[in-house]
């Protein structure tokens, strides 16, 4: 049987490669996807991948043509990938259930959303932030795949220790922030996000990050006039599973 090949797309990524090392594929800001096959459609239904959490991962290890790591990726590129994914897959519409009632919201109307490049030092993950209610500079990175990993590796080990823990917040807050006032040990750090971080100030970054990261705009207007964030999750590549 002769080498079939498989049809691809380029994807633009919201980034558009700014946040990358030069040296990393990634900062073309642009990646080859293959449509998607029974392959991976076996790797959506793979119980083990479900169980731990890597599935989404490896459907994109499966789908990506471009030599790029998934880890590297920030969180708003990897979200674009998996939209293309989608879409590509099993098509544009998305249905959803909204108070009992279905709607469709067409995949190919999600828009890249606007970012500031100026604020980004080429192929530099790092930004400077002055906490507005306690006037602490800190910097800050954009979490990647990998980070994402760590986050969540630290808080199911914190729950194992105590399972009515909360942790979330705090060491999504313990991975981004890179240093306070001009100390990036991290020991000083976590301290710091444990005992002086005021809530306000907490908010006020994450506020921050959530404008000035590249991403996919989520958030769409149904027919119907409800306004709803498009989840990204199993579910969302294969409602039946």
Known sequence: MSEF???????ELPSKGFIYPKENPLSSGKVEVKYMTAREEDILTNQSYITKGTVLDKLLESVVISKVDIDDLIVGDKNALL???RILGYGKDYEVEIKGEIENIDLSQLDNKDFDTELITQGVNEFEFLLPHSKTPITFKIL???DEKGVENEIKGLKRLNKDASPELSTRLKHMILSVNNDSTKKSVREFVDNYLL???????????KHIQPDVDLNVTLESGSEVRV????RFFWPDV
């Open 83 to 85: 939209i293309a994914t």
């Open 231 to 234: 989840p990204i999750g199993l």
């Open 144 to 146: 990647t795949a990998k």
């Open 199 to 209: 809530a306000r100030d907490s908010k006020s970054l994450r506020d921050y990050v």
């Open 5 to 11: 090949k498989f049809p691809t797309e380029v994807i």
